[in-house]
């Protein structure tokens, strides 16, 4: 065994590998794996450790695909980007920009590999844009047993729409091509806006624009909106001057945000009465970037998230009952729920498969605890159908799973063909998907 255990970003999961393997190519990789499945020991790949769950922890070989991050191929004019695995989301995002390109969505966090944003679902929000997985052209893994493939809409199309949520249980990704389009800006508007006004106008808040979500504050009945929107022409907003960028997006959202958590955490009883400053506190700004800067921000305040991906049309319902658990139950809660959208998408284990989705994300400072909290929002989200998201806390196995996602059952038999061993298993996904070659793990 290793003398230093790994840790995730949040510290709510952790692992201590036989071996850490960091591979420089692909045949490094795949000679790996291959002396893995002789000696029968497990693999599993680890990026940069930013999913809430075990997802990537490992008693058996760690690869640590840090060094898997190159830029392989750019075709501008089909707009198809080709990278290794283990390539950061914002060093992405630095690439395409150089080349006048840009994802068409992304999530509000750029600190993942693609190969970990890809797996686990990571989505932003967008009216017609859906997931990072709804966005890749093309997939190369390697199989429990050395075998390099290669699947797309055209190659393996089964294996293409299974493997782009494959929670690393298909096969290690090597590299992925990703449909991008000609770099652009976005015009962001940020405002205040009470809870009742957007949960009465969310139909039209969400269809006239192209990036619309909201943050909920707890024990208020107050939202901070945000819409993201490509410029029109004539439109005169202009970029946050650096020092305002700084004092809003580092200052009072990391800074300033860590010690009202502090705070909370020392005193619980004024929890209410925070959140409705910092609800207050907040004022409207308008203004434009490029698109991955407008998408992203810092968050270097560590917390723990669950969160569950709705049928669109019973979000406000599960909201109100959210809230209202909030006001009977003694909790008291600093950090504001997220709410996010996206399309019906066409990839197996997506939670927004098959139907326009509604994302509810809970958090809570790590201080602080977070069970009672989660417990109950998953209850109210169960009962509405709800799935919860690959990468983020949640208490559900492969039986609730499998009621909730069409094609689980499918998944899972690609994965008993590909993996029959279970050499890229785990106890995290023993209980989600199923032992491989036994009875199915609750």
């Not at 692992?15 to 960091?22: G, K, L, S, T």
């Not at 008693?59 to 950061?88: I, S």
Request: with cysteine; aromatic share 6%.
């Amino acid at each position: 065994m290793t003398d230093t255990a790994w840790r995730n970003w949040a510290g709510t999961a952790t692992a201590r590998p036989a071996r850490v393997v960091h591979p420089a190519d692909v045949d490094e990789m795949i000679a790996v794996v291959r002396a893995a499945a002789r000696t029968g020991e497990r693999v599993k790949a680890v990026g940069s450790g930013h999913s809430f769950t075990p997802v990537a922890v490992t008693d058996g070989v760690q690869l640590v695909l840090d060094r898997l991050d190159a830029v392989t191929a750019v075709d501008r004019a089909a707009g198809l980007v080709t990278v290794e695995a283990g390539l950061p989301l914002h060093r992405l995002n630095r690439a395409l920009d150089a080349h006048g390109l840009a994802l068409r969505n992304m999530g509000d966090i750029d600190r993942q590999t693609v190969a970990g944003a890809v797996s686990t679902g990571t989505h932003g929000t967008g009216r017609d844009s859906g997931a990072l997985a709804a966005q890749v052209h093309a997939l190369e893994l390697v199989t429990a047993d050395g075998r390099l493939l290669r699947c797309s809409g055209t190659e393996r199309p089964e294996l293409f729409a299974a493997a782009r949520v494959g929670l690393g249980a298909l096969g290690v990704l090597t590299r992925v091509t990703l449909r991008c389009e000609p770099a652009f800006d976005l015009c962001a508007v940020e405002e205040p806006m009470p809870l009742a006004t957007v949960l009465a106008d969310l139909d039209r808040l969400v269809a006239d624009n192209e990036h619309f979500e909201f943050y909920w504050f707890p024990h208020t009945a107050r939202t901070l909106t945000k819409r993201n929107n490509r410029p029109r022409d004539g439109d005169a907003t202009r970029p946050l001057r650096p020092a305002r960028a700084w004092l809003e997006d580092e200052f009072l959202s990391n800074t300033c945000f860590e010690r009202v958590n502090r705070l909370a955490t020392l005193r619980p009883a004024w929890v209410p009465a925070l959140n409705a400053v910092s609800a207050r506190a907040l004022s409207a700004r308008s203004y434009r970037g490029a698109s991955h800067r407008v998408f992203t921000a810092p968050r270097r305040v560590v917390f723990r998230e669950m969160e569950y991906a709705l049928p669109r049309a019973a979000l406000p319902e599960v909201l109100e009952e959210v809230r209202h658990w909030v006001e009977r139950s003694g909790e008291r809660i600093p950090f504001p729920a997220e709410i996010r959208f996206t399309p019906a998408d066409d990839v197996w284990l997506s939670t927004a498969y098959g139907r326009p989705t509604a994302y509810l994300a809970v958090h809570q400072y790590h201080r602080l605890p977070h069970e009672r909290y989660f417990a109950a929002v998953a209850r109210i989200a169960d009962a509405a159908g709800g799935r919860p998201h690959w990468g983020k806390l949640h208490r559900l196995g492969v039986r609730e799973l499998t009621e909730r996602h069409p094609r689980l059952g499918e998944f899972r038999a690609l994965r008993a063909e590909l993996d029959p061993l279970g050499r890229l298993s785990n106890p995290y996904l023993d209980r989600v998907l199923g032992r491989v070659g036994g009875a199915p793990a609750d």
